[in-house]
Each structure stands twice: as C-alpha cells, then as structure tokens.
C-alpha cells in the first residue's frame, strides 16, 4: 500500500487473549492488560514510507 499523507491513528483489537492477565510488547517494553487489547486495542506506530510492515509480538508475564 502506498503511503498516505497524515494518515489515521490505526488501533486493532486482538482475540483470544485472557482479559485476567497482563501481556508485555516485545519491541519497546510496554506492558498492558489482557481486557484492555481485547476491548480498547493496540496503537500501531506510524511507519513511514511505502510498503512497510509491523510485527506484533506479545508476551503473557
């Protein structure tokens, strides 16, 4: 997909996670609880330029 100028804050709500337990994102530390990304989603950085991609991975602590 081509870039977009001053595009739209992107959030994605993930499933399956139990909204009991806290989950830690790999890439910049930032710890969260389970209900939170079931119910309010994950903010995805803005990443510039065409045809990028973002790898989420979570980890239950």
Not at 36 to 42: A, I, P, T, V
Request: glycine share 8%.
């Amino acid at each position: 997909m081509l870039t977009e100028p001053n595009p739209p804050l992107c959030r994605f709500r993930l499933k399956g996670l139990d909204p009991d337990k806290t989950y830690c994102l790999q890439y910049n530390g930032e710890v969260y609880k389970g209900y939170e990304l079931l119910y309010f989603g994950l903010s995805l950085p803005h990443l510039e330029g065409d045809f990028r991609s973002f790898l989420v991975v979570l980890e239950e602590i």
